[in-house]
């Protein structure tokens, strides 16, 4: 793959990773979306600040794949934990997504999720081979379920009910957004989380603390599949 696209919420998220990508190459400005395109030996790499949100990152994504003709998609972020197994600064790898704010039926909660073309689940599933790839190169990271929406979860009661409703382990605002525009072009993507709260009334707290004392937690992980996705034909 000569084609690689990142897609970042928050610059936050991204500044520790900027002198693992090679050479910078140029930033470009669409409208509120920031692209940097890097080259790393033979191989282009273009970073969207997408900004926060499910539409945002969708943008980001769409804009990747159609102006530049990536040929994968890595999202790295913070997120918020639904388990008591994963705590602050683990980092985990998303292998289901549920989009628990999407409802035709809002007055039925077994509608939540389930989208007109995949009536039977609420649960979408990231590719087996892209998954096993990337475990080969960074490691034996936990799987996870991650509930996604444009709510930033910080109220106990809505948590519980990620929980019960979709056995979710952790929770964030860009991950369906980035999914279903893979989905739509037929591009691979990687979700690589690193918990910053618990998604409870702390969780604001939890995540500025996280953020300001710099999230480098999942550089040399993103860095090491780069290099390896850059040498797969």
């Known amino acids: 793959m000569k084609k690689i696209g990142l897609v970042v919420a928050m610059v936050s998220e991204q500044k520790d990773l900027f002198d693992k990508l090679g050479d910078l190459v140029g930033e470009y400005v669409f409208g509120n979306i920031k692209v940097t395109e890097f080259k790393l030996n033979d191989v282009s790499i273009y970073m969207a600040d997408s900004g926060i949100g499910e539409i945002s990152a969708t943008l980001a994504t769409q804009l990747l794949i159609l102006k530049y003709g990536v040929e994968i998609i890595i999202n790295f972020g913070v997120v918020g934990s639904l388990s008591d197994k994963y705590k602050c600064k683990d980092i985990v790898l998303v292998n289901e997504v549920v989009h628990y704010d999407f409802s035709l039926q809002s007055s039925d909660p077994n509608s939540f999720g389930k989208y007109p073309f995949k009536r039977d689940s609420f649960v979408f599933s990231i590719n087996d081979e892209i ?9 034996d990271y936990p799987e996870v379920r991650i509930a996604t929406g444009d709510k930033f979860i ?16 952790i929770c964030d605002m860009e991950s369906m957004g980035i999914y279903l525009a893979c989905l ?14 618990n998604a409870d009334e702390e969780a604001q707290d939890s995540f500025e603390s996280i953020i300001e004392t710099g999230v480098t937690f999942y550089t040399e992980a993103v860095s090491k599949l780069i290099a390896k996705l850059g040498s797969v034909n």
């Open 154 to 169: 910080d109220v106990t009661d809505t948590r519980n009910w990620l929980i019960n409703h979709f056995a979710c382990e």
């Open 131 to 139: 998954l096993s790839l990337v475990k080969s190169v960074i490691g």
């Open 184 to 197: 739509n072009f037929n591009v691979p993507c990687v979700m690589l989380k690193v918990v910053s709260d």
